[in-house]
């Protein structure tokens, strides 16, 4: 499932990430560009030659900015923010360069013989225009795929499915009781199965779920486990849903 990303989670993001994307328009043009960037108390900070995406900005600044880390194509976050285009100068813009050299050299380790980090080399020769992006507004979307939550192999014995009778027996199997307390860390199966015969009884989900975090588990753990049982209570495949299983 997709779900947005709250906005410590976007500036997360941004302070993790060393590359990102600038969108800007003017005269009818729109352009986007990747750049090396820091980022620092709302402002994303940049240095480049003079070109066409600092000639637009300078003729419209305001922009978008993206960054985003991709793991797969159903584990990923981004991160898109809009702000103003500002060109630094004296002890600011010397400020700026030292936080990009910083960042860069964490996140872009290799330099040349001269101690000059990869990702400076292209404005060698020529004196950075040194400029930010002062962030107006932000927002970020996430995708995770919970693999651990998708159904157990057919061909699993009925020797390892048995279980007592409960509430629940009609939905809930022994293998996908182990699998949910497996992800809890802190709860066992019949923690699971006892959870499980309150929603089949009709329990209320936030009293089930406050009998998870009693027990230690944490709060949004335990809205997702109770959620993904309620999805195998409903009739709800976890086979197409896994991602829905485990948001928030």
Known sequence: MIRALESDEVERILRAEAIGRIGCYAGERTYVVPVCYAYEDGSIYVHSRYGQKIEMMRRNPSVCFEVEHVEDLVNWNTAICWGTYEELEGADAERALSLLRGHIEAGLPRVFEHG??????????????VYRIRLTKTSGREER?????????????????SFQSTPAERWLSHERAQQFADISAVLDVEDIWAAADKLATGRPFAEVTASLTYQGLEADLAQRIIRALMELRDGEPLARRAPVAMSS
């Open 116 to 129: 000059q980090p990869v990702g400076e080399a292209t404005v060698s020769g020529d004196k950075p225009i």
């Open 145 to 161: 795929l919970h693999w651990e939550l998708l159904p157990a192999p057919r061909e699993v014995s009925m020797a390892t499915t």
